[in-house]
């Protein structure tokens, strides 16, 4: 709590210094930190996960790990940045971390990652009030709210292209018939992998 109680006072006090015109920093262009005289803004060193450049305690606080990129430093490691085009990245470097991304959602381009190293698997939009789960850049399921229904939406999923997954694999056959085990050149049916073979319903 001091510590804080001192930051804000010394930046209050810059401030103040900024407002007379008086500064203690070369400027913010020449890549010094501390009170620009010419534009009365502040800046820190880059800082590190160690000793982050604005801190409440050592390896605790915010620090630049990379251009356009601000780090948050939690007990000496890295929990999240941020940065262009991420709302927030967690795992610092690894990319096994989730995170969010900055861009409009939809059925195909999902915005919350599990692991930002995969991009196009994680939850999307499908529609107003419809969530989708996107699975290698494509809507595998659509959670709409209005109708309380589950919808399977992969377009791939004709008699041509049912092929041989797992027992429990199910979709929406768009050109199947109701048949045990199922057929082609229908108007459509409910495909379910049972046993080894699939059955339209």
Not at 39 to 54: E, K, P, Q, T
Request: aromatic content about 8%.
């Amino acid at each position: 709590m001091r510590q804080t109680t001192h930051l804000i006072a010394g930046l209050f006090a810059g401030a103040l210094m900024a407002a007379a015109g008086v500064g203690f920093a070369e400027g913010l262009d020449g890549g010094n930190y501390g009170l620009s005289e010419s534009s009365g803004r502040f800046a820190m060193a880059d800082g590190s996960v160690s000793a982050a450049s604005l801190y409440w305690e050592e390896g605790t606080g915010f620090y630049q790990a990379d251009t356009d990129e601000i780090t948050v430093a939690i007990n000496g490691s890295i929990t999240s940045s941020f940065e262009a085009g991420w709302v927030i990245r967690s795992g610092g470097v690894a990319a096994t971390g989730p995170g969010m991304v900055e861009e409009s959602a939809s059925s195909t381009n999902p915005t919350l990652i599990p692991r930002w190293d995969d991009l196009d698997t994680g939850v999307g939009r499908c529609a107003a009030d419809s969530t989708a789960i996107v699975s290698g850049g494509q809507a595998a399921v659509c959670f709409a709210e209005a109708s309380n229904e589950v919808q399977q939406t992969w377009d791939a999923c004709t008699f041509a292209n049912l092929g041989t997954p797992g027992n429990g694999t199910f979709c929406y056959c768009s050109d199947c018939t109701k048949a045990t085990p199922c057929a082609g050149s229908g108007s459509g049916s409910f495909a379910k992998r049972l046993n080894g073979a699939w059955d339209c319903d």
